[in-house]
Nanobody
């Protein structure tokens, strides 16, 4: 399984970006997906996760109401729509995947995911 994230860039505070992560293979619908981020000098932290069919989502408190995770199983793609961006959102954003049996599985810790993309840099200027 390979994950390729894209969509990062430089944006002013208050702006928006949409990240995408494409998974190789034909079993994307069997994977729960998530986004994590890592700012310089900080540990990687959970941002959002979505269940296999996409019916369940969970967010870190600091992005609730601003970010939305979604997926398109026909396109093997998970998205992270980021609105009202703040300078503290500056980080490298990583997508992650784990194959799950229970369709409603949501995991918020990095150790719960088996596959990781290389990350895409988001920089928010003040």
């Amino acid at each position: 399984v390979q994950l390729q994230a894209s969509g990062g860039g430089l944006v002013q505070a208050g702006g928006s970006l949409r990240l995408s992560c494409v998974q190789s293979g034909r079993t994307f619908s069997q994977y729960a997906m998530a986004w994590f981020r890592q700012a310089p000098g900080k540990e990687r932290e959970f941002v959002a996760a979505i269940s296999r069919p996409g019916g369940s989502t969970i967010y870190a408190d600091f992005v609730k109401g601003r970010f939305t995770i979604s997926r398109d199983n026909a396109k093997n793609t998970v998205y992270l729509q980021m609105n009202s961006l703040k300078p503290e959102d500056t980080a490298v954003y990583y997508c992650a995947a784990v194959r799950t049996i229970v369709t409603a599985t949501l995991r918020t810790v990095a150790s719960g995911y088996d596959y990781w993309g290389r990350g895409t840099l988001v920089t928010v200027s003040s």
